[in-house]
């Protein structure tokens, strides 16, 4: 019989959790194009799953709700994060399985691909046992996008720059979260084009005491400028999503992102779930999730 134990398998499951911009204020642009942004940034306990584990040959497929509306070649992100590591790891890259649980909508402004591909580049340094510094996953990881250094950090944090500048946020507090999504597709790009105001005034200092009544009191001050966009020209019907928060009482609600995904923070866990029930009841066909935030201090489950 085969001893199991003389053969260990090495399978790594890690979280890809969605990406949510609390605040995101366009302050200014660069000249290659890229804007300057200040975003304060949670991530939650809801999100997308990485699986990898050692093959015969490299294979990657998808599985969830939104698995199907992905391509699984080369142009997934997932697949490209695969090939910038091993591109630095040389022969020590073996083949892989990698498995894509898609759970979260696309093109949603919840960081979904950048977030898959930041558990992608975790999971792989373990599988393929190589040490490499975070400054240098955090560089393989800007070159597949704005958000993934933010998103291989997975906790809440500061952006600044183009995104790729962080600051960690050691006392932050855990927010019971509903997130929206009503479907509607809406790329990145084209949202940063329709913006009318490209240099806004600067996030506020954080208030001393992270308690949520204060985060939220901080949050109603802030904005997202991205918003206005959004809401006039690129999809109008993203109003819908933000007044089934307002009703469900949410103690504040905003866009994320570049949208159309919306969120809530709620009193508590109950109540988040209270309001994520209504609202699928009144639009079944939405993308409706209660989560919480992941609160500040170590690393999404199973990252360490
Ligand atoms: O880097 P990423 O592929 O995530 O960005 C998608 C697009 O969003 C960029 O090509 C750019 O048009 C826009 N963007 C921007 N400024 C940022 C981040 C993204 O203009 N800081």
């Given at each position: 019989?085969?001893?199991?134990?003389?053969?260990?398998?090495?399978i790594?499951?890690?979280?890809?959790?969605?990406?949510?911009n609390l605040?995101?204020?366009?302050?200014?642009?660069?000249?290659?194009?890229?804007?300057?942004?200040?975003?304060?940034?949670?991530?939650?306990?809801?999100?997308?799953?990485?699986?990898?584990?050692?093959?015969?040959?490299?294979?990657f497929?998808?599985?969830?709700r939104?698995?199907?509306?992905?391509?699984?070649?080369?142009?997934?992100?997932?697949?490209?994060?695969?090939?910038?590591?091993?591109?630095?790891?040389?022969?020590?890259?073996?083949?892989?399985?990698?498995?894509?649980?898609?759970?979260?909508?696309?093109?949603?402004?919840?960081g979904?691909?950048?977030?898959?591909?930041a558990?992608?580049?975790?999971?792989?340094?373990?599988?393929?046992?190589?040490?490499?510094?975070?400054?240098?996953?955090?560089?393989?990881g800007l070159?597949?996008?704005?958000d993934?250094?933010?998103?291989?950090?997975?906790?809440?944090?500061?952006?600044?720059?183009?995104?790729?500048?962080?600051?960690?946020?050691?006392?932050?507090?855990?927010?019971?979260?509903?997130?929206?999504?009503?479907?509607?597709?809406?790329?990145?790009p084209?949202?940063?084009?329709?913006?009318?105001?490209?240099?806004?005034?600067?996030?506020?200092?954080?208030?001393?005491?992270?308690?949520?009544?204060?985060i939220?009191?901080?949050?109603?001050?802030?904005?997202?400028?991205?918003?206005?966009p959004?809401r006039?020209?690129?999809?109008?019907?993203?109003?819908?999503?933000?007044?089934?928060?307002?009703?469900?009482?949410?103690?504040?609600?905003?866009?994320?992102?570049?949208?159309g995904?919306?969120?809530?923070?709620?009193?508590?866990?109950?109540?988040?779930?209270?309001?994520?029930?209504?609202?699928?009841?009144?639009?079944?066909?939405?993308?409706?999730?209660?989560?919480?935030?992941?609160?500040?201090?170590?690393?999404?489950?199973?990252?360490d």
């Amino acid at each position: 019989m085969l001893d199991l134990a003389v053969f260990p398998v090495n399978i790594i499951t890690l979280l890809a959790p969605a990406k949510i911009n609390l605040a995101l204020h366009v302050t200014g642009r660069r000249d290659d194009g890229y804007h300057l942004l200040e975003s304060l940034v949670v991530f939650t306990a809801f999100g997308d799953r990485i699986t990898v584990e050692p093959a015969e040959t490299d294979r990657f497929f998808m599985s969830g709700r939104y698995g199907q509306h992905l391509p699984d070649d080369q142009s997934n992100i997932v697949v490209k994060a695969r090939d910038a590591l091993r591109a630095r790891i040389g022969d020590a890259a073996m083949p892989v399985s990698i498995h894509l649980e898609k759970n979260l909508p696309l093109a949603s402004g919840i960081g979904g691909g950048s977030s898959d591909a930041a558990a992608t580049l975790r999971a792989l340094v373990r599988l393929w046992d190589h040490n490499i510094p975070d400054d240098e996953l955090k560089a393989i990881g800007l070159g597949l996008g704005a958000d993934l250094p933010m998103c291989l950090h997975g906790r809440p944090l500061i952006a600044r720059g183009i995104g790729d500048e962080l600051e960690t946020l050691k006392d932050f507090p855990r927010l019971p979260l509903v997130l929206v999504n009503n479907g509607h597709e809406i790329t990145t790009p084209s949202v940063f084009s329709a913006l009318q105001r490209r240099n806004n005034p600067s996030l506020d200092p954080l208030p001393d005491s992270a308690t949520p009544p204060a985060i939220t009191a901080y949050l109603d001050r802030a904005r997202n400028d991205l918003y206005p966009p959004v809401r006039d020209r690129i999809a109008p019907e993203i109003s819908e999503v933000m007044d089934m928060l307002v009703r469900t009482r949410a103690r504040f609600a905003r866009m994320s992102g570049s949208g159309g995904t919306c969120f809530g923070i709620y009193d508590n866990d109950r109540t988040a779930h209270e309001a994520a029930g209504a609202i699928s009841t009144l639009r079944p066909d939405w993308f409706v999730t209660a989560t919480t935030s992941l609160p500040a201090g170590g690393m999404p489950h199973g990252w360490d």
